[in-house]
């Protein structure tokens, strides 16, 4: 092996097939890559740089976004299981010396058909590998392999090319002769009969060598400009911008953004285009935009930063019957479907809250939350219905609510017509608000949690456990497939109760706040 490969040529000694790569010289410096990091310098040399030198300016992934990490990995061991007689390197990813030794072991084994988790290191890039499959040995008698990049996604990325690029780089710079280059993703037109799971439905796989073998040769120089960064003695001078949230959301965005005025042009909401249109225009804050520029209702009105009563407000608020509902629904979307004649992140309601206004004002609510296993959505549709009556307007926040329900009155033809009854009697507070009402605390946002502390100053979600969708998400499917400790269960329990509840109560102060504004 030629220099740059590192400790590893001594654990792949055995392969003497030459490189399908010429790599760079040897990098001067001891910085060691991982795919991850190779991505994220492709995302941004500065994010790579802080991620090597100074990781602890990061902000920690919450938790609704660790639980779609961990999805991910649950993913990859249940596609494991398309590959029988496959072997796993078990040593940790923190354990490198172990796992290079494990997997130049397994590779020398003829009878083992698939390697997950391999570890292989070149040119200061260490890989882990989720399903390398051995399908064949060429014309001199060398195996020939498969590599197979397991992703919870439902489609091909750009960013799973540059993931697998980087992966064929390192394993055909070793020498291993890879004749297929593929992801596997999720299904989402699998439909679960309740019984047998169907991997080999559940689990698409795309060969993607015809796209990754062009950029092969680009890998090098990207490297090699990547360790010429890492040498420098600061971070590099990159202003945040669009590339901070794509492909992904930069964990050192807040870092990035810590001496940008309040007012900075970034946070100025809708079209990126607007933005960057007005930067090359050297202007930097909201409050630096010319009058005479082209902006959305919505950008004027952060333009403006006052708040605004729309004329027709009281109006329309005065549109709504009593009783008044106020409905919300808490769901979760299992990436593996769970129940019979589901999908792959098919949306399962599992919660509703209602709040119930009088006309005199009395309130009084109702709730229900599924707290097993079983499929929730029949009892949940029944006992919603009961709850809802036959009269009053229901007033939801944004057209979520009218999904979920047009999907059960399909999913439940006994259920239908009454389910399409209620559909008619939604009324959409976040409408209302949109068109007819603008706080500058809003900053251009109407999302419910941003609206409530502008228009309801005492009432917030600060107080809970659980305080977003997504968390509540992951904390019910933890709560029902995960967790066995009973007292751990209840509280999990409590806090997807109260965060629904406090949904539900947040349009009722919503509309009495906006009537008080209303006049």
């Known amino acids: 092996m030629p220099d740059g490969t590192g400790q ?29 990091r190779y991505l994220s310098g492709l995302q941004c040399h500065k994010r790579l740089y802080l991620e090597i030198h100074a990781p602890g300016l990061a902000t920690k992934p919450d938790s609704a976004t660790q639980a779609i990490l961990d999805m991910g990995t649950d993913l990859g061991e249940l596609a494991r299981q398309r590959f029988p007689g496959g072997r796993l390197v078990t040593a940790g990813y923190r354990q490198s010396q172990e796992a290079l030794a494990q997997t130049a072991e397994l590779l020398k084994d003829p009878t083992v058909p698939a390697i997950f988790e391999g570890a292989f290191q070149f040119n200061q890039v260490l890989i882990r590998v989720d399903v390398l499959e051995r399908v064949g040995v060429d014309e001199l008698g ?40 593929c992801l596997m993703h999720v299904n989402t037109q699998y439909v679960f009969d309740g019984r047998h799971l169907d991997l080999e439905q559940l689990f698409g796989i795309r060969s993607l060598t015809e796209t990754v073998r062009p950029r092969l040769p680009e890998v090098p120089a990207r490297l090699a400009a ?4 890492l040498e420098a003695m600061s971070a590099p001078g990159i202003t945040p911008d669009e590339h901070c949230q794509s492909p992904y959301e930069c964990p050192f965005w807040n870092h990035c953004i810590e001496n940008k005025p309040a007012r900075w042009i970034y946070h100025l909401p809708g079209s990126s285009k ?69 999908r792959p992140y098919q949306v399962i309601p599992t919660q509703w809250s209602n709040h119930i206004e009088q006309p005199d004002g009395s309130l009084t609510h109702a709730e229900f939350l599924c ?43 006994s259920l239908r017509k009454e389910l399409k009854r209620v559909v008619g009697r939604l009324w959409d507070l976040h409408v209302i608000i949109r068109d007819h ?27 809970l456990v659980i305080r977003d969708g997504g968390v509540a998400a992951c904390e019910y499917s933890r709560m029902i497939f995960t967790v066995t400790d009973w007292i751990e269960k209840a509280q999990i329990q409590e806090a997807l109760l109260r965060y629904c509840e406090r949904d539900t109560l947040a349009m009722v102060e919503l509309r009495r ?7």
């Open 8 to 36: 590893l040529t001594s654990c792949f000694g055995s392969l003497q097939k030459p490189m399908l790569i010429s790599p760079e010289p040897a990098a001067r410096t001891s910085y060691r890559l991982s795919k991850s």
């Open 142 to 181: 060398q195996p020939t392999w498969r590599l197979v990049e397991v992703k919870s996604s439902t489609k091909v990325k750009a960013t799973h090319v540059d993931d697998l690029t980087i992966q064929s780089y390192v394993l055909e710079g070793l020498g291993l002769a890879l004749v297929d280059i």
């Open 226 to 229: 990547m360790q010429t960064m």
């Open 274 to 342: 607007t933005v960057v249109q007005l930067r090359e225009l050297g202007i930097e804050t909201i409050d630096e935009i010319p009058d005479h520029v082209a902006l959305t209702l919505v950008q004027r009105r952060v333009k403006e930063n006052r708040e605004w009563v729309g004329e027709g407000l009281r109006s329309a608020l005065e549109t709504i019957v009593y009783p008044v509902h106020h409905l919300d629904f808490e769901t979760f979307m299992p990436a593996v479907p769970k129940f019979v004649d589901t």
């Open 371 to 413: 707290r097993d296993e079983r499929d929730p959505r029949e009892e949940l549709a029944v006992t919603l219905l009961e709850s809802l009556g036959q009269t009053g307007s229901i007033c939801v926040y944004s057209s979520y609510e009218r999904s979920v329900l047009e999907r059960l009155a399909e999913d439940f033809p």
């Open 437 to 463: 009402y603008y706080h500058p605390a809003f900053e251009g946002s109407y999302s419910i949690k941003t609206v409530l502390p502008a228009v309801v100053p005492s009432l917030s979600y600060a107080d």
């Open 513 to 519: 706040g906006l009537r008080t504004r209303a006049g």
